[in-house]
């Protein structure tokens, strides 16, 4: 057992996050080192991971300077949106191939992230990387049944 972690990693409330990148500071309070294992061993044995809400792959040791919510290297954002289909046409009432056109020209063009930014960093961009360049944004339709909802 080890003291209790730190925990920063960047999601909005209510959004789901898979691959998440989170950083935990081990080293407060403490002069203990904690092992990796160790790490990995309490989140596979916390109530989320027994019940399915959690899945940890990895622990990696990260520089101090380390931020997992600015120095990331690389995120991935999937959006499920709910879409209506009429009985009549079989139509959804969202055209998919026109949001690909509008989201094409966003790809491969560097843009401010500074709203993530937190604190005087999110005006100012001191210290934090703001700029980020999308590499694909795509609009598809997909069905989910009952029990991946």
């Known amino acids: 057992s080890f003291?209790?972690?730190?925990?920063?990693?960047?999601?909005?409330r209510d959004v789901s996050a898979v691959s998440q990148v989170i950083c935990i500071s081990t080293t407060r309070g403490t002069k203990k080192e904690v092992k990796r294992e160790d790490i990995l061993e309490a989140f596979h044995n916390s109530e989320a991971?027994?019940?399915g809400r959690l899945v940890v792959f990895d622990c990696q040791r990260v520089p101090k300077k380390f931020n997992a919510r600015s120095s990331a290297t690389w995120r991935r954002y999937l959006?499920?949106?709910p879409l209506n289909r009429s009985?009549?046409?079989g139509l959804y009432d969202v055209d998919t191939e026109h949001v690909n056109r509008i989201?094409?020209?966003?790809?491969?063009k560097e843009l401010p992230y500074n709203a993530f930014a937190h604190r005087e960093d999110r005006t100012t961009g001191n210290g934090m990387?703001?700029?980020c360049t999308l590499?694909?944004?795509?609009?598809?339709i997909?069905?989910?049944?009952?029990?991946?909802?």
Do not use: I, M
């Not at 003291?3 to 909005?12: E, F, K, L, N």
């Not at 590499?135 to 598809?140: E, G, N, S, V």
């Not at 997909?142 to 909802?149: A, G, I, T």
């Open 3 to 12: 003291s209790p972690a730190y925990v920063a990693g960047r999601t909005d």
């Open 49 to 51: 991971c027994r019940e």
């Open 87 to 89: 009985l009549e046409t």
């Open 103 to 108: 989201l094409s020209r966003l790809e491969n």
């Open 129 to 131: 990387q703001d700029r």
């Open 79 to 81: 959006y499920l949106f």
């Open 142 to 149: 997909v069905s989910l049944s009952d029990e991946q909802v």
């Open 135 to 140: 590499f694909k944004a795509r609009a598809t």
